[in-house]
């Protein structure tokens, strides 16, 4: 067929705007990324300010004005959030587990991206052998019952923060190694790729300086994913009693309420707050992934 | 058939590798390899028996084969504390680990599956301004939390449930049928597993109702208008159909992560699972216990994922027929 | 003379965009008589796939239809309740979509998908809806034990074909092809198309074919209509047009290659782009790219004028068309002014 064709439609040209700005920009007109980011910068302010914040030392036990110890009390002006049943202030408590959450949710977030990036990268650029060992450690890692292990972990080690953080970085990392491991095979294709390799780059050159940056983005999305399920892990481990006893958080705490028979006693004020924040920083976490999820892979829609 | 034979494959891979990680990890812990199937709280008798039965005095590598071999056969060594061996104690949870897993997770994707696809078909109504961010919250929210409001509500306050365990105390039963079909035993699972679903279905939801808003766009969904099909018939028979791909593969993918939960809803339930068992024998120290439970949990798991690969594998042909 | 098949009638369809209202077709005529192939040619953006769709009934979301008429077998569809525009899909109007991977749905076997427009939308027992989709296969020259295969097992030509069959399941009064060889090389575009025409004689169907494409439309189709930016610009049978055309635009195309049988010459590509439909200049939307512009083409829309005998065009220097015509054979006169 001689394939002559109507010539087409020329298309308007794209503003050119600096990609991540471009990004950055798109991010903050959507309200949930918004939310998100306000609330993660409400967590780091009040984790930084908590001594501040507190009303009362955490740990200690507090007295009633006629001596006895002031177990279980409701809200009050003097105890905004009520009281433990071993007289502990739950306001002073709950700012106090935003050190934890942010610390622990923070360290597993890097962890998670850092492992599962630098898997993805060396899977999907070198290939071969390396890439199916990889793959076959993923499928393995993906079988492991996730809680139970962590729980393991910190029965047998000490109960440690660490532990979890550890734990969630070991187990988590597929997901986003396949992500990025595929994203590094389309990259890979890509003319600079080439032109790089053919002026003689190293491997490792082209992989840090012309792959990575294309792939930093995407472990930013997953971090904030990771951010999340530290968070729900670590309360989860504290709730079945393999927590870290030297620090106070939210999981800690709503651990001290189910022994405690708040249930029983309903005592809402006790074990609503700290898992209402869970939830916050956890829901912040998808939030921010959509957000950027929606920057990174914008769905053409006509 | 192939595609059935590779699945199975791989999951034996997958199993004999999670195995030998279980082995090394509980050798390398406890510091020394014996404490890992031996203690003082033992007979002498059963001490030796199990020395023998494991090889404990073996070089490495002999005790890995016994053990493997002794795994096949069902011999997971002796528990510390309950001094019976270990596939006993485990025989008697596995069932309610099961039942409530399985109960969970129907429900939890029956709801949430047709609940999304309904939800597709709903853009920029009220139902969606409310459903979405409810069902993003309950993937939020720590799962022990959700038992904790439910059991609070429930069992506390209305006294509609019981509070916890998966009989009452003193009830006797012919059989473990009778038992597990009791209206008592249902009464006892009714929180648990929705505990379990409610924490599940968030999941199947929002992907199910994401995947079809897309779905709805592509081109066989135009077709499907053109030819004149019934909306019935292109929402549920055509978009729905290819919506649930993606939702078995997430489902897949988030087994390991999931289901581990089991853990926490058997504590806040006390329900006598594999899970609480494992929480008891880590605190306990109990190394033989806390292995076999940790090998059941993964044995299950793994069974599972099978059975979500082959069902992938049925739904979507362009996987299945070459 | 047999009354047309479908007789579109000062069609308008306007889209809604975030940069308001688009009119993507402005009073669009034309008519396509019984057991004819029309081919609706026009560059990507010309309105041509929008009046397909808007043949069948389904148009995009924010697409609606402004005006004009619809007149199907002598009754018009625009006016008509949605219900009767049911009633006709499939079973009186079918397409022929561009992609058939896309438009099929890939669980299902192709034989399932067959039989599901026969039992559905056809009334036939699971038997006889069997035994047609046989049929249908080897009309379309594909092997019916195929039947029980799924989409991504046939390659690009093959599910072109089952799209032919799909649309031509329950003997529908009009066949729209919407570009149905783009997707496809070269070797199997002539197949295809030898397969439709082939069809289409023996079948006596009544088709539009849009395409952009001229050397598609010379091949199979007997008459042509030309759209530009939302427009009819010219209309006559295939031989007509391409040997003798009157308006600008399609002087400019045809001079690709003046002879319908020779190999494509260099192509002398016509300056400049179609307008923006968000804001439609007063004149003829062809202005600022003809040669053979006069003032009073930049601010009088000219109106479709028949010529007699199917033909007509929409330009204000109709009657010098001849003289038009050989000046536009030099690539001089194209030369950006």
């Known amino acids: 067929m001689a394939n002559v064709q109507m010539p087409a439609q020329n298309l308007p040209a794209g503003r050119g705007d600096n990609a991540f700005v471009a990004g950055l920009r798109r991010i903050l007109r959507d309200p949930f990324s918004v939310a998100a980011l306000v609330i993660y910068v409400l967590l780091v302010l009040v984790a930084i300010f908590a001594d501040q914040l507190m009303t009362h030392d955490p740990t200690q036990i507090q007295f009633r004005a006629n001596g006895r110890v002031a177990t279980n009390q409701p809200v009050s002006e003097a105890f905004l959030l009520g009281t433990t049943n071993l007289g502990r202030d739950i306001y002073s408590q709950l700012i106090a587990g935003s050190r934890n959450a942010l610390m622990v949710g923070v360290t597993a977030a890097i962890s998670v991206a850092a492992l599962g990036t630098l898997v993805g990268l060396l899977s999907g650029y070198f290939g071969g052998r390396i890439d199916a060992f990889l793959m076959r450690l993923a499928d393995v890692a993906l079988a492991i019952p996730f809680l139970p292990f962590v729980i393991v972990l910190s029965g047998f080690f000490r109960a440690n923060t660490w532990n979890v953080v550890i734990a969630v970085a070991l187990l988590l990392w597929p997901n986003t190694a396949r992500v990025i491991r595929s994203q590094v095979l389309t990259v890979k294709e890509r003319a600079y790729v080439e032109a790089a390799r053919v002026t003689g780059a190293s491997d490792l050159r082209i992989l840090f300086v012309h792959v990575a940056p294309n792939i930093l983005p995407l472990t930013f999305l997953y971090g904030s994913v990771a951010i999340g399920w530290a968070i729900l892990t670590e309360a989860a481990v504290s709730f079945v009693g393999f927590g870290d006893p030297s620090r106070i958080s939210w999981g800690f705490m709503l651990q001290d309420a189910f022994v405690s028979q708040a249930l029983s006693r309903g005592s809402w004020n006790w074990f609503l707050p700290p898992g209402l924040c869970i939830i916050l920083v956890v829901i912040a976490g998808f939030f921010l992934a959509r957000g950027a999820e929606e920057v990174l892979f914008p769905k053409l829609r006509s | ?322 | 003379m047999e009354p047309p098949v479908l007789d579109v009638r000062n069609l308008s369809i306007e889209y809604r965009t975030s940069r308001g209202i688009v009119r993507a077709v402005d009073g669009v005529s034309f008519s396509v008589p019984k057991g004819a192939i029309v081919g609706l040619v026009g560059e990507s953006g010309c309105g041509k796939t929008t009046v397909a769709r808007s043949i069948t009934g389904v148009l995009h979301q924010s697409a609606r239809i402004a005006g004009g008429e619809l007149v199907f077998k002598g009754k018009d569809l625009v006016a008509a309740p949605e219900k009767e525009w049911l009633e006709k899909r499939w079973r009186d109007i079918s397409f022929i979509p561009q992609s058939a991977m896309n438009s099929l749905d890939p669980v299902y076997r192709i034989g399932a998908q067959l039989e599901e427009v026969l039992v559905h939308r056809g009334g036939r027992t699971r038997a006889e809806a069997r035994s047609r989709s046989s049929e249908l296969f080897d009309m379309v020259g594909l092997n019916p034990a195929r039947l029980d295969e799924y989409p991504h097992q046939f390659s690009g030509g093959m599910r072109q074909r089952v799209a032919i069959a799909l649309a031509l399941a329950l003997d529908p009064g009009l066949v729209i092809a919407d570009e149905p060889v783009t997707a496809l090389d070269v070797i199997v575009q002539r197949q295809i198309l030898d397969v439709i025409r082939d069809l289409q004689r023996k079948l006596s169907l009544s088709m539009i074919l849009v395409t952009h494409d001229i050397s598609v439309v010379a091949y199979v189709s007997d008459k042509v209509v030309v759209m530009y930016a939302g427009r009819v610009v010219e209309t006559g049978s295939t031989a007509d047009v391409l040997e003798r055309p009157r308006h600008p635009y399609m002087m400019g195309l045809t001079n690709a290659f003046p002879d319908l049988d020779t190999a494509a010459h260099d192509l002398v590509p016509i300056d400049g782009s179609p307008p923006d439909l968000a804001s439609p200049p007063s004149g003829c939307r062809f202005a600022p790219r003809c040669p053979f512009l006069l003032p009073r083409c930049e601010t009088d829309d000219p109106a479709s004028a028949a010529l007699g005998e199917g033909r007509s065009v929409a330009c204000h220097r109709a009657p010098e068309a001849d003289d038009l015509r050989a000046r536009a054979k030099e690539s001089a006169t194209w030369l950006p002014a």
Do not use: C
């Open chain 2, 1 to 322: 058939m192939g595609f059935a034979l590779r699945r199975l494959a791989h999951s034996l891979f997958v199993l004999w590798a999670v195995v030998t990680i279980l082995f090394l990890m509980f050798r390398l812990m406890p510091g020394n390899p014996l404490a890992a199937y031996i203690n003082e709280q033992l007979s002498e008798d059963d001490q030796r028996l199990i020395m023998a039965q494991f090889g404990l005095n073996r070089p490495l590598y002999e005790q890995y084969v016994i053990y493997l071999w002794n795994l096949l056969q069902g011999n997971l060594g002796m528990s510390f504390f309950r001094r019976e061996p270990v596939w006993d104690v485990l025989k008697s949870a596995l069932p309610n680990t099961l039942i409530l897993t399985i109960t969970g997770l129907v429900i939890a994707y029956i709801f949430g599956i047709l609940t999304g696809a309904w939800l597709a078909t709903k853009r920029g109504t009220l139902a969606e301004a409310v459903i979405v961010p409810a069902a993003l919250a309950t993937r939020a929210a720590p799962e022990f939390w959700i038992g904790m409001i439910l059991l609070t509500i429930f069992a506390f306050t209305f006294g509609w449930f019981p509070s916890g365990g998966a009989n009452s105390a003193g009830a006797a039963y012919t059989s473990e049928w009778d038992r597990i079909l009791s209206r008592d035993y249902v009464l006892h699972l009714v929180l648990p597993a929705l505990t379990l679903a409610l924490y599940l279905q968030g999941l199947p939801l929002l992907l199910m109702r994401s995947t079809m808003l897309e779905i709805l766009h592509d081109e066989f969904i135009t077709m499907a208008k053109i030819k004149g099909l019934s909306p019935w018939r292109i929402t549920i028979h055509h978009a729905a159909r290819n919506a649930l791909l993606p939702v078995v593969t997430a489902f897949a993918l988030g087994l390991g992560a999931t289901l581990g939960g089991n853990v926490v809803v058997e504590t806040v339930f006390s329900w006598p699972g594999l899970g609480r068992l494992l929480v008891a024998a880590v605190a306990q120290s109990d190394y033989p216990l806390a292995q076999g439970a940790f090998f059941l949990i993964s044995l299950v798991l793994i069974i599972l994922n099978l059975i979500v690969d082959l069902v992938y594998g049925w739904l979507d042909p362009r996987v299945s027929h070459g």
